[in-house]
């Protein structure tokens, strides 16, 4: 794919609301070892799959599984489902399962394969520094520090 058909790609993978259309840009710059493209046209793909409302912590949280689910997908050709995170939201909410994650004395396997992937503000822990009125202090520093160990900038917080 020429330069300027991989900028007129962008321009139209940045529009896209269709997670049909989105899925299949992917694919074809796969093909044509497009991956900017197709890794643009995943991150648009992921922003669009939740039902939650643009800007919401659920909405955030469902980016996050859709990528990490997306990319297992991708790279095992075959459908994967977070077989543990997916339950335990559906018992304990999404608050609550990401405290979990996130006060885990290591990081999930989850956490290491979006930054490997250039997806860390996809991470739980960056979802959780998003909506700072959802966690309690102890959890914030856990994940800012987390992130930090990882080599990951974090914005300060305000008090």
Same mark, same amino acid.
């Given at each position: 794919?020429? !330069?300027?058909?991989?900028?007129?790609?962008?321009?139209?993978?940045? =529009?896209?609301?269709?997670? !049909? +259309?989105?899925?299949?840009?992917?694919?074809?710059?796969?093909?044509?070892?497009?991956? !900017?493209?197709?890794?643009?046209?995943?991150?648009?793909?992921?922003?669009?799959? *939740?039902?939650?409302?643009?800007?919401?912590?659920?909405?955030?949280?469902?980016?996050?599984?859709?990528?990490?689910?997306?990319?297992?997908?991708?790279?095992?050709? =075959?459908?994967? &489902?977070?077989?543990?995170? %997916? *339950? =335990?939201?559906?018992?304990?909410?999404?608050? $609550?399962?990401? =405290? #979990?994650?996130?006060?885990? +004395? @290591? *990081? !999930?396997?989850?956490?290491?394969?979006?930054? @490997?992937? $250039?997806?860390? #503000?996809?991470?739980?822990?960056?979802?959780?520094?998003?909506?700072?009125? %959802?966690?309690?202090?102890?959890?914030?520093?856990?994940?800012?520090?987390?992130? &930090?160990?990882?080599?990951?900038?974090?914005?300060?917080?305000?008090?």
């Amino acid at each position: 794919m020429a !330069s300027t058909a991989a900028e007129k790609a962008l321009l139209i993978i940045e =529009k896209c609301g269709d997670a !049909s +259309k989105l899925r299949q840009m992917a694919v074809n710059a796969r093909e044509r070892g497009e991956i !900017s493209v197709a890794h643009a046209a995943d991150l648009r793909l992921y922003d669009v799959l *939740p039902s939650e409302k643009p800007g919401t912590f659920e909405h955030d949280v469902w980016r996050s599984i859709h990528a990490l689910e997306g990319t297992l997908t991708n790279e095992r050709v =075959k459908t994967t &489902r977070l077989g543990r995170t %997916r *339950p =335990k939201i559906a018992r304990i909410g999404e608050v $609550e399962t990401l =405290k #979990d994650l996130i006060m885990r +004395k @290591e *990081p !999930s396997e989850g956490f290491f394969m979006l930054l @490997e992937r $250039e997806m860390a #503000d996809l991470t739980f822990e960056a979802v959780a520094l998003r909506h700072p009125d %959802r966690f309690d202090t102890a959890v914030l520093d856990a994940a800012e520090e987390r992130l &930090r160990s990882a080599g990951i900038e974090t914005k300060p917080r305000t008090p």
